[in-house]
């Protein structure tokens, strides 16, 4: 396979697999958290208004720039890490986004009762009021449409 072709299914592999993970990840919030984060239904070419070909044209060519730019650089840097730190270090990542995902999907589905007017039952509850506000969570979330 010579470079050019290699390059081409990078962007058609970056092309495909992003707009599979933009429509899966728009069904699910759509479908659990009856929220819309992002809608394609104006821009021609779209699916269901979760996935658009102008958008996925773009994360195609964002993979092709990942590969051949990004990726080297960031290599190169994690090639002088020590594997065993590199491990750990993975790891505490790995947790870390897994917490902040669970934190995430918490706030917001407590910010749907709090608008159906459910008070707090529980610490956890008590602890997401306090600290993921409604206007705190308008702030982050700005393209979620309630």
């Known amino acids: 396979m010579t470079i050019k072709h290699a390059l081409i299914l990078v962007i058609i592999i970056a092309f495909i697999s992003s707009s599979i993970c933009e429509y899966i990840i728009s069904f699910f919030v759509e479908k659990f958290f009856d929220n819309t984060i992002w809608n394609y239904s104006d821009l021609p070419f779209n699916i269901n208004g979760r996935i658009c070909l102008y958008y996925s044209l773009i994360w195609?060519?964002?993979?092709?720039?990942?590969?051949?730019i990004i990726y080297p650089i960031f290599k190169k840097i994690i090639e002088k890490i020590p594997r065993?730190?590199?491990?750990?270090?993975?790891?505490?990542?790995?947790?870390?986004?897994?917490?902040?995902?669970?934190?995430s999907a918490l706030a917001v589905l407590r910010e749907k009762e709090r608008k159906k007017g459910i008070p707090a039952k529980n610490k956890i509850e008590i602890f997401l009021?306090?600290?993921?506000?409604?206007?705190f969570l308008d702030k982050i979330y700005q393209n979620f449409k309630k």
């Open 60 to 68: 195609g060519a964002l993979g092709l720039i990942w590969i051949k």
């Open 129 to 135: 009021d306090h600290h993921y506000s409604d206007e």
């Open 84 to 103: 065993k730190i590199g491990e750990r270090l993975m790891y505490i990542l790995i947790v870390l986004l897994i917490f902040d995902s669970i934190i």
